[in-house]
């Protein structure tokens, strides 16, 4: 699977914007999708995941401001990001894993190439 990520950019804290993630295979109803993201200096970190059937799964950080969702007729996954805050500034990724442990970085891969969000307040 290769991934064309987009919807980041420079916005002001309180900011909403979405983050989109199309795939080049229309195999993506077999994977669970996760979003994780870099910031300067830090560790990648595990942001959000939605299951094959639907069910989501959040960090703390994001949870109630932050949405996952996907279109699999469109080969889609997406991150709606409401209320924005400067520590959410990093890149953002997308990626694919058959696993449940879904907030573990080691078992996704076909990682997206990223996206920059940063938010200033």
């Known amino acids: 699977v290769r991934w064309v990520e987009s919807g980041g950019q420079m916005v002001q804290a309180g900011d909403s914007l979405r983050l989109s993630c199309a795939a080049s295979e229309d195999t993506l109803s077999d994977y669970h999708l996760g979003w994780f993201r870099q910031a300067p200096g830090k560790e990648r970190e595990f942001v959000a995941a939605i299951s094959t059937s639907g069910r989501t799964y959040y960090a703390d950080s994001v949870k109630g401001r932050f949405t996952i969702s996907r279109d699999n007729a469109k080969n889609t996954m997406y991150l709606q990001m409401n209320n924005v805050k400067p520590e959410d500034t990093a890149v953002y990724y997308c990626?694919?894993?058959?696993?449940?442990?879904?907030?573990?970085?080691?078992?996704?891969?076909?990682w997206g190439q990223g996206t920059q969000v940063t938010v200033s307040s």
């Open positions: 990626a694919v894993t058959t696993l449940t442990a879904f907030s573990l970085e080691s078992t996704y891969y076909y």
